[in-house]
Every structure is written in C-alpha cells, then in structure tokens.
C-alpha cells in the first residue's frame, strides 16, 4: 500500500511529479521509516504512464 504525499505540475517540463511512502512493514501505518518512491508523469505524450525515478 502507498500514501501520496505530495506532488507539483511542472508547467515548462508539462510533468505532474509525485512522491508516495510505502507501508514498508505492512502494519497498515505510514512512518517515517517507510520508503519513498518517486515518480512523474509526462503530460506531453500521446499516453500517460507514470515513470519512476531516483533523485539525487
């Protein structure tokens, strides 16, 4: 399971980016301890998938 915890249009990339915790331990509560996960989605193509990434 995943939670959003924030995401943001970025209108010159025309990309919705959005971050998710993960229930790591499966307790069904979201800690800090939980991974995060990035994400976007490219707003310019034909289809929307969302694409993972790793910030740096």
């Known amino acids: 399971m995943e939670e959003l915890i924030d995401w943001e249009l970025m209108k010159v990339q025309n ?3 959005f ?11 979201f800690t800090k301890s939980d ?3 990035y994400y976007y989605i490219d707003l310019n193509e034909d289809r929307s998938y969302v694409i993972e990434y790793n910030p740096i």
């Open 15 to 17: 990309r919705i980016y």
């Open 19 to 29: 971050i998710t915790s993960e229930d790591s331990d499966k307790n069904g509560e």
């Open 35 to 37: 991974k995060l996960h």
